[in-house]
């Protein structure tokens, strides 16, 4: 005679990033390995309690021809200021925050770029 048992479903979880993608009509799934480095003193953030200069890696997730989204482990804010670059230094350019959401593990970001990147892999 047959047994029922049960098993936990393999249902596909999204990503966090995914869900903030969806406030970008143009986003475009990317996996791209970068480091960003927060800047200091832009818009009023110098009293901050985050120093300048903090370095984090992480992978652009989503792009579109004006923003990078990815998740990091640091509490970044609004406006705050980032130097992205990657292994390579085809994406080198900064880029200021313009969503963030807050997780317990982590903080989900946007930043749309300050200038535009010439070779952005993400075209309008």
């Not at 970068?34 to 200069?53: A, L």
């Not at 670059?85 to 963030?100: C, H, I, Y």
């Amino acid at each position: 005679m047959a047994q029922q048992a049960t098993a936990p479903a393999r249902a596909a979880q999204t990503s966090s990033v995914a869900d903030l993608a969806r406030f970008f009509p143009d986003a475009t799934p990317v996996r791209i390995p970068v480091q960003f480095t927060r800047g200091g003193g832009e818009q009023g953030n110098e009293n901050r309690s985050i120093p300048t200069g903090i370095q984090e890696s992480t992978v652009i997730e989503f792009g579109t021809p004006r923003e990078v989204l990815f998740a990091c482990a640091t509490p970044l804010e609004f406006g705050d200021i980032l130097h992205l670059r990657n292994s390579d230094g085809s994406l080198d350019a900064d880029a200021s925050v313009v969503a963030v959401q807050y997780h317990p593990d982590k903080t989900l970001v946007a930043a749309r770029f300050l200038k535009s990147v010439p070779n952005w892999i993400v075209k309008p």
